[in-house]
């Protein structure tokens, strides 16, 4: 079982920077990717961004330079730095992991929020 405990969400004016992140416990294994979803109502979560256990990112059209997401593999932590935020980044962030062994799991999510 896999536990993933996030923090970091709140409000922020337009222009301005949060870091989101999340702490993954249990038995995680190898390979995995761990990323960044969001939604707002009435629309489907969307992914935000996502770093395998190698490095490799991945991030959705819309953050690409503002955005960064890293990760910490001794800590089993992933890092979701934002910065430029706009009102349309205003959304629940939600933690992903998915291992090849340990399946798919998510976060409780985070509210985020830009006010203008």
């Known amino acids: 079982q896999v536990q993933l405990v996030e923090s970091g969400g709140g409000l922020v004016q337009v222009g301005g920077s949060l870091r989101l992140s999340c702490a993954a416990s249990g038995s995680i294994g190898s390979p995995n990717t761990m990323g960044w979803y969001r939604q707002t109502p009435g629309k489907q979560r969307e992914l935000v961004a996502s770093?395998?256990?190698?490095?490799?990112?991945t991030y959705t059209d819309s953050v690409k330079d503002r955005f960064t997401i890293s990760r910490d593999n001794a800590k089993n932590t992933v890092y979701l730095q934002m910065s430029g935020l706009k009102p349309e980044d205003t959304a629940v962030y939600f933690c992903?992991?998915?291992?090849?062994?340990?399946?798919?799991?998510w976060g409780q999510g985070t509210q985020v929020t830009v006010s203008s």
């Open positions: 770093v395998t256990d190698i490095g490799k990112t």
């Open positions: 992903n992991l998915y291992g090849w062994r340990a399946g798919n799991y």
